[in-house]
């Protein structure tokens, strides 16, 4: 079974542009969800999707967004870049569907810089 | 809102010994689960060990356990018998009602001496 597939591993930026990340869950797996890890912060909730809803929103500026396909795949977008979104964002998908946490599977993560 | 505190941001072991990580939490909810996540070097973020908070018994998964104090809101990780492939971030973290909204911890790094 494959795992969770995000893509580009890595992009490098400028300031004032935008990018798009892609998250592949496993197949079956309906949430999906995004986090921003970094030095400073650590890991933080950006938002969760199921069945291409959002559910759940962490506390990150308007201009992160994010989308669920039919196909449970996701993509986050982020605009207007700053040198502090310089960060791994990592995807994870779970099973669950609805409730308490479940296990989440993470994928290897998407490494942007913003030069 | 929740919180998770891990207060060790770096643990070394020997190898073959034992390594307790300690990790605390605060919420004012009565379901939730607790999770010990580890992210080896460049590679992705694995699920190590998961507690249910209704659950009064200690999860166990092969040589890591944990030590689950619901009252003190406390929830210690230990590995045993400690073995290279060990070595890693450990996140401590937290899930509600919310879904897979998880509130992490700062991590733990554990270096393994051989």
């Known amino acids: 079974k494959a795992g969770v597939t995000q893509t580009p591993r890595y992009l490098i930026k400028t300031r004032g542009q935008q990018v798009t990340l892609s998250c592949s869950p496993i197949?079956?797996?309906?949430?999906v969800s995004w986090y921003q890890q970094t030095p400073g912060q650590g890991l933080q909730f950006l938002f969760e999707?199921?069945?291409?809803?959002?559910?759940n929103k962490g506390n990150f500026p308007g201009r992160f967004s994010g989308r669920q396909f039919s196909n449970s795949r996701s993509e986050m977008n982020v605009s207007t870049l700053e040198l502090g979104d310089s960060a791994l964002y990592l995807c994870?998908?779970?099973?669950?569907?609805?409730?308490?946490?479940?296990?989440?599977?993470f994928g290897e993560g998407s490494r942007l810089t913003v030069l | 809102a929740q919180t998770v505190t891990q207060s060790q941001p770096e643990m070394s072991v020997q190898e073959a010994e034992t390594v307790t990580l300690s990790c605390t939490y605060d919420?004012?909810?009565?379901?939730?689960?607790l999770f010990w996540y580890k992210q080896p070097p460049s590679r992705q973020m694995i699920l190590v060990i998961r507690?249910?908070?209704?659950?009064?018994q200690n999860a166990t998964e092969n040589r890591f356990s944990v030590n689950f104090q619901k009252a003190a809101k406390s929830f210690s990780l230990k590995i045993s018998d400690s073995q290279l492939g060990d070595a890693a971030m450990y996140f401590c973290?937290?899930?509600?009602?919310?879904?897979?909204?998880?509130?992490f911890g700062g991590g733990t790094r554990v270096l393994v001496k051989p």
């Open positions: 999707y199921f069945s291409e809803t959002q559910r």
């Open positions: 197949s079956g797996h309906r949430s």
């Open positions: 507690q249910e908070a209704y659950k009064q």
């Open positions: 919420t004012s909810e009565s379901d939730y689960y």
């Open positions: 994870a998908s779970s099973s669950l569907t609805s409730g308490v946490s479940g296990e989440l599977f």
């Open positions: 973290a937290y899930g509600g009602a919310a879904g897979n909204k998880l509130t």
